[in-house]
C-alpha cells in the first residue's frame, strides 16, 4: 500500500475531514523546516490543548492528573507515537485561545473543537481532521411534562443563555418551523438553572453535552430528560495547523484506529487475544500482525495495538466519561457506529 493509496482512502473518513478555518500566521520556523511529526518524536511528548469548560471533557483532579474524553483521546496519540500514553502534556485553552496557541507551536493539536463555518473555512490556517463527537441544540424538560416536539412547546418560555449561539440555534429551529415561543434569556446560568427548577420556563434550551451536565447537577436527575432529537448540528473534532498532511494523518488515523476497533469488537481487554486468533484482516492489519500500516504514517507496527491496549476503543472512552454510568448519563446517539444509526465510521482498515 503506498502512502498515495492512504492519503487517498482518508478523503471519506468521518463526514468532517478537510474542513478548514480561522486565518493563522506562519507556523513556526522548526515546525516548517521539520514537520510537526519529527518536531514531537524530537521532543519526546505530545502537548495536547483541551478546553477544560466541560469537566466530562478535561478536568484536573485533586491529585492533578488529568482525566476526560479529550485527556483520553490525547493519550491515545501518544501512545501511536510513542507506545506510552503517558508521553503528554495537557494544555487547557478556551476556544478562542485554542487558535494562537497551534499558531505559535504551544499545542501541537486541539483534542475537540467545533467546526469551521463557512467564513472560518474560507480565511484558512487551521485544519479539523475528522469528526469525534457530535453535538446539537437540545431541550430538556421535566420528565412528566411530555412535551416532546417543538410544536408542543408552542407558546411556552424557554431558558436560554442570552446571547449565545444556542440562542441563536432556537431562534432558527423555531422560525423554521413557523412556532412561536418566548426566550427566558439570562447571562448567568445559575440564574437560568433556578429559574427552570422554578418552573418559570417550560424547557431548558443548550448544547446536548451541556444539558447533560446541568441535568447531573439538578437534585433529582433523573426526573428531567433531554428530548432526543438535536435542533442543530455541532460537528467537534481534533483540530491541528493547515498545510501539514503528515501530522494530521497521525492525528486522523488515531481517531480511525479507536472507530475500527469498537466496529471490530477490539477492545483494551481482548486485544491481547484478538491479535493472536483474529482471522479477520481489518483486525490483522489493525493490530500489526499482517502488513506494516504504520510505516505509511511513520509510526511502529503495533501503533494502533499500543493505542487500543493502553486507551481503548471510541465506545471505551465516551463510556468511560459521557456514557448511561456516568452522571452525565449521555446516549450516544448521533454519536454511535453507522452500523448502529449513528453517524460516525472509518473507512477499511486497507
Given at each position: 500500500m503506498t502512502r498515495v493509496s492512504v492519503v487517498g482512502?482518508?478523503?471519506?473518513?468521518?463526514l468532517a475531514v478537510g474542513f478548514v478555518g480561522f486565518a493563522g500566521a506562519k507556523n513556526t520556523d522548526e515546525i516548517e523546516r521539520q514537520g510537526m511529526l519529527e518536531v514531537v518524536r524530537d521532543r519526546g511528548l505530545v502537548r495536547c490543548g483541551v478546553a477544560s469548560?466541560?469537566?466530562?471533557f478535561a478536568v484536573r483532579g485533586g491529585d492533578r492528573v488529568w482525566r476526560g474524553f479529550d485527556v483520553d483521546f490525547c493519550r491515545a496519540v501518544a501512545a501511536a507515537l510513542f507506545g506510552d500514553p503517558a508521553k503528554v502534556e495537557i494544555v487547557a485553552v478556551d476556544q478562542g485561545g485554542a487558535y494562537q496557541a497551534l499558531r505559535d507551536g504551544a499545542i501541537d493539536l486541539v483534542a475537540r473543537h467545533a467546526q469551521p463555518t463557512f467564513d472560518q473555512a474560507a480565511a484558512g490556517g487551521f485544519v479539523q481532521v475528522a469528526l469525534s463527537f457530535h453535538d446539537g441544540l437540545g431541550l430538556m424538560q421535566r420528565l412528566d411534562q411530555g412535551k416532546t416536539t417543538i410544536g408542543a412547546l408552542a407558546g411556552a418560555e424557554i431558558c436560554v443563555a442570552?446571547?449565545?449561539?444556542?440562542?441563536d440555534d432556537l431562534d432558527a429551529a423555531f422560525t423554521a418551523r413557523n412556532v412561536a415561543y418566548r426566550a427566558r434569556a439570562k447571562q448567568s446560568n445559575a440564574a437560568l438553572r433556578a429559574d427552570y427548577l422554578a418552573d418559570h420556563c417550560a424547557a431548558y434550551a443548550a448544547n446536548r453535552a451541556s444539558l447533560a451536565a446541568i441535568r447531573s447537577g439538578l437534585p433529582?436527575?433523573?426526573d428531567h430528560v433531554i428530548l432526543p432529537r438535536a435542533l442543530s448540528k455541532r460537528p467537534q473534532g481534533p483540530l491541528v495547523r493547515q498545510g501539514d498532511d503528515r501530522w494530521a494523518d497521525v492525528v486522523r488515523w488515531t481517531l480511525g484506529a479507536m472507530l475500527v476497533a469498537e466496529e471490530r469488537?477490539?477492545?483494551a481487554a481482548n486485544v491481547d487475544d484478538m491479535r493472536s486468533v483474529a482471522n479477520h484482516p481489518d483486525i490483522r492489519r489493525l493490530l500489526g500482525t499482517e502488513g506494516d500500516y504504520g510505516a505509511?504514517?511513520?509510526?511502529?507496527?503495533?501503533?494502533?495495538?499500543?493505542?487500543?491496549?493502553?486507551?481503548g476503543n471510541y465506545a471505551e472512552i465516551y463510556d468511560r466519561h459521557l456514557g448511561p454510568d456516568t452522571a452525565l448519563a449521555l446516549e450516544r446517539g448521533a454519536n454511535a457506529l453507522w452500523s448502529n444509526g449513528g453517524i460516525l465510521f472509518a473507512p477499511p482498515f486497507r
Open positions: 482512502c482518508l478523503a471519506g473518513l468521518f469548560a466541560q469537566p466530562e442570552a446571547g449565545s449561539s444556542a440562542q433529582t436527575p433523573r469488537g477490539v477492545r505509511e504514517l511513520g509510526l511502529s507496527r503495533t501503533w494502533a495495538y499500543d493505542v487500543i491496549k493502553n486507551v
